[in-house]
């Protein structure tokens, strides 16, 4: 499994209490410290990108979930190279 998943920033994303803005900043520059290992491994560009997309694919999610919970009507994502965008048709 990806361990950018696993991560505690990811958890607190998912998790629907509350936490406090020193909390979410602590656990965003590990997730970004673990981002920067993960980039510079030793493992081929192929599974460093796979690594890397599966955690954007997640977090795109996690982001839908939220909205949802919101009571907002959640755009439909499109997932490109470039980044994630809200589809326009």
């Known amino acids: 499994m990806n361990e950018l998943l696993r ?4 958890r607190l994303l998912s998790d629907p209490t509350q936490v406090t803005n020193e ?37 795109v999610f996690i982001e839908s979930l939220y909205r949802y919970g919101q009571e907002k009507k959640c ?5 490109s190279s470039k980044g994630f965008s809200p589809c326009q048709f």
Do not use: D, W
């Open 7 to 10: 991560e505690r920033l990811v």
């Open 23 to 59: 909390v979410m900043h602590s656990a965003y520059e590990c997730f970004m410290k673990k981002v920067e290992t993960v980039s510079q491994s030793e493992n081929g560009y192929s599974e460093i990108f796979r690594k890397l997309n599966n955690t954007r694919i997640e977090l």
């Open 75 to 79: 755009p439909e994502i499109c997932l």
